[in-house]
């Protein structure tokens, strides 16, 4: 089993990356050792990708993110909320995967995270409507994180223990679920 998670922004020291971050120590420490999780973490993206001529070619540096997602079993996204959206780079990024391979009947869920009260559900609501046009699987629990700034600790750890509850809840239900429509054995 390999999930991937992808921290939705390229802006650096982000509370998007620290909550991603924690979810993938969750994981790491309650997924059998065998199963892998890694993060795609768009800060990494290669300057080159965002060229006009990436539309007619990807640059090769671009290969290691886009086999990732093509390889992984579940992409669990970690969007921030930017403007009442979701960050640009991240839809530009869905727009250089290789179509319709990268998404198409792969297994998806959504964390928000924003400063303001909603926590980023405009943003994932927008996202979903996305990969689900794209034909992924979408599951359908999601944790939204308000006051992000306040609400983590330096680690990503949702400081609320209904959140953190929530988090937990959904992460291990999205691991079987990803797990079953992938057709994953769980390892012993």
């Known amino acids: 089993m390999h999930i991937t998670i992808i921290s939705a922004t390229n802006r650096p020291g982000s509370n998007t990356r620290k909550v991603a971050g924690y979810i993938q120590n969750f994981l790491k420490e309650n997924l059998p050792k065998?199963?892998?999780v890694d993060i795609l973490d768009l800060q990494d993206l290669?300057?080159?990708?965002?060229?006009?001529?990436?539309?007619?070619?990807?640059?090769k540096s671009f290969e290691k993110f886009a086999n990732l997602v093509l390889k992984t079993d579940g992409l669990l996204c970690v969007v921030p909320e930017y403007n009442g959206g979701?960050?640009?780079?991240?839809?530009?990024?869905?727009?250089?995967?290789?179509?319709?391979?990268?998404?198409?009947k792969k297994p998806a869920a959504f964390v928000g995270v924003a400063m303001g009260k909603f926590g980023a559900?405009?943003?994932?609501?927008?996202?979903q409507a996305i990969w689900g046009y794209r034909h992924a699987h979408l599951f359908t629990e999601k944790v939204l994180i308000p006051a992000v700034d306040k609400a983590i600790d330096a680690d990503g750890k949702p400081l609320d223990p209904v959140v953190l509850k929530l988090l937990h809840s959904e992460v291990n239900n999205f691991v079987e679920f990803a797990r079953k429509l992938m057709n994953v054995a769980p390892s012993v």
């Open 46 to 59: 290669p300057p080159e990708i965002f060229s006009p001529k990436s539309y007619d070619e990807k640059p």
């Open 34 to 36: 065998t199963d892998a």
């Open 86 to 104: 979701f960050p640009g780079v991240f839809k530009y990024f869905i727009d250089m995967l290789p179509f319709p391979a990268s998404l198409q």
């Open 121 to 127: 559900l405009r943003a994932v609501e927008q996202m």
